[in-house]
């Protein structure tokens, strides 16, 4: 179906660099230019195997996408919070050591409606297994890894090992 071209958007960056400097994983890599594959977004929701173990350290305790580039962004100073659906619900907006505990069956009833369910129950306890490998390793963290050590799924148990280990150094 052909499309109306619009005008390109003005430049309004000048000297600003702020969500270059505060990109965690250095994705944006020169003005205008996302590699997705380094980015904390791509990571937790697009890609389905393995997180690469360079990027791991870098995500922090970003469990499902990442928005420091808007965040940080001047402009976005000017923007509302206005729809509801934004809004943290689910109960999902404490530590990320209770949702690791979510079992399959309670994944799929309290995310339903929500974007998160999209990624399904093993890549959320992937990315939760990084994020609690790059937390401080407090008994409840290292109890819920462990937990999870003998999972079903090949990808969960490698993430859990990958986690558990750094807190072992
Ligand atoms: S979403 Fe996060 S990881 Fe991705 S480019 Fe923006 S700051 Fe970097
Ligand atoms: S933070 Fe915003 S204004 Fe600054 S370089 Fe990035 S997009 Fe441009």
Known sequence: MPLPPDAPIEEHCGTCTACIDACPTQAIVAPYEVDARRCIS?????????????????MGNRIYGCDDC???CP????????DPDFAP??????????????????FDSRL?????????????LRNIAVALGNAPGTP???ATLTSRAEHPSLLVREHVGWALARHQK
């Open 89 to 106: 619900r689910n109960g999902l907006d404490a530590s990320a050591a209770g949702p690791v505990r979510l079992e399959r069956s309670e």
């Open 112 to 124: 339903a409606g929500s974007p998160l369910r999209r990624i399904g129950h093993e890549r959320w």
């Open 42 to 58: 791509y990571l937790t929701i697009e890609l389905a195997g393995a997180i690469p173990e360079e990027l791991r350290p870098l």
């Open 75 to 82: 402009w976005n100073r000017f923007a509302t919070i206005g």
């Open 140 to 142: 409840e963290v290292l």
């Open 70 to 72: 808007q965040l940080c």
